[in-house]
């Protein structure tokens, strides 16, 4: 120790887990070990995966190798898992393994995942801490994993259940799931809905319901009316939506394209086991995706790449 303060290699491994969250999910797992054996043992302990978000860089990887890196670093996390975002889940045994590792966790992100309402039946109980569950763009589930979500899931204060347009086309109405969310989640504070095909009885049933609702985005429900007369009856609710000018409007969607880019996949093989060799993460990672520290709380936007079309700055919904 010098002039007082400790040296970096002395420093606690909770402190160090603080200051390698402002590190890239590469840098953690393939320089910082490398610097020192106390660094090492950090990043191979709890305190650096208390908080796993890998939801940027699980968008462009290989399914494998987003469960064999879910498994290591909730594995390392002995139990204190308190936040997991991943996208594209699509084997029931990655759910079930979260679940049987969730007894701290409160925030969950399983966005654009394959999951179906089955499996959430099953993990439901095993997810009694949470207070924040994400469930967009999962095609596959509907009100009775919702439900279940509601009856076990008593914590939980903001939910998001966001649709893509072109995902839900096909559907003739989700009022059910609407139902299943006022009738299961009274102590919602924030819920975003966007572009679910509900009507304006079913979110009155949710408003009737959530008394304690601050924030409801029903942007894109465009068989939902709530007039002025209703909205002034609960001053503290902030309300998104229902209306919003795109390309999914109505009849509106003839003249407009989608326009999702390209993904391809990152070349990141893992070997089994939680050992993994310096050299095949250094050859194989072909791309740095920085961990998403974005305020969770904030009503999320997403924009098309093309800033300079005619529409930009609209607030279209994310590419399926």
Known sequence: MEHGFPKWDELL??????????????????????????????????????EIDIEEWSRDSKPQSVEQMLQMLITRSCGSLRKLAVSGL???????????????????????????????EKVAGKLSTL????????????????????????????????????EVIDKLSQNDEALAI????????????????????SVIKILENCKQLELLDVRGCWNVNLDERFMKKIPKLKLVGPLIVDCYYKGYCDNC??????????????VA????????????????HPVDDDDDDDVEMWFYDDVDAVDAGYDWPQSP
């Open 182 to 201: 006022a009738t299961t989640m009274p102590k919602l504070k924030h819920l975003e809905i966007a572009y679910l095909l509900v009507d304006t009885s």
């Open 273 to 288: 086991g939680d050992f993994m060799d310096d050299e095949i993460l250094d050859d194989y990672w072909e791309d740095e």
């Open 13 to 50: 491994p909770d402190a160090l887990g603080l200051i390698f969250k402002n590190l890239s999910l590469k840098e953690v797992l393939t320089v910082v070990p490398r610097v020192c054996k106390s660094w090492e043992r950090a990043v191979n302990g709890p305190y650096c995966w208390q």
């Open 90 to 120: 699509t084997t029931d045994q990655t759910i079930l393994f979260i679940a049987n590792h969730a007894q701290s966790l409160q925030t969950l992100r399983l966005p654009r995942s394959e999951i179906k309402d089955a499996i959430i």
């Open 131 to 166: 207070t924040y569950l994400d469930l967009s763009y999962c095609i596959n589930i509907g009100a009775q994993a919702l439900e279940a979500i509601g009856k076990h899931c008593k914590l939980i204060t903001t939910l998001r259940r966001v649709m893509h347009p072109l």
């Open 257 to 270: 394209s989608d326009n999702s880019g390209s993904s391809g996949y990152l070349a990141w093989d893992f």
